[in-house]
């Protein structure tokens, strides 16, 4: 499985940017998705996850930080994820990395898989 990130770039405080996860294969396959970020001197650190239940239903989990300005969403028909951010502040600036893991919660318990990273995509947001 290949993940591939693009769309960041330099952007003002205040702007916008659609970061996009293509995957080599149906995203479907995957348990939980999400973006991580690591910023220069800092250990990476989640930015919203979304986690799939035994259920089948969904839950997502936002950095606090983030709440109100990013969204994530997922086309499963372009087997991509996407990171809406807004509003961004320079705090934000990072190394974008889309994750993403074939472990299955079901009601037995979590069937261990895969976990992938993407290679990152550079976010700066000049103040």
């Known amino acids: 499985v290949q993940l591939v990130e693009s769309g960041g770039g330099l952007v003002q405080a205040g702007g916008s940017l659609r970061l996009s996860c293509a995957a080599s294969e149906s995203i479907s396959r995957f348990g939980d998705m999400g973006w991580y970020r690591q910023a220069p001197g800092k250990q990476r650190e989640f930015v919203v996850t979304?986690?799939?239940?035994?259920?089948?239903?969904?839950?997502?989990n936002y950095r606090d930080s983030v709440k109100g300005r990013f969204t994530v969403s997922r086309d499963n028909a372009k087997n991509t994820m996407y990171l809406q951010m807004n509003n961004l502040k320079p705090e934000d600036t990072a190394v974008y990395y889309c994750n993403a893991d074939t472990s299955k919660r079901t009601n037995r318990g979590i069937v261990r898989g895969y976990n992938y990273w993407g290679q990152g995509t550079q976010v700066t947001v000049s103040s």
């Open positions: 979304v986690i799939t239940e035994a259920t089948g239903d969904t839950r997502t």
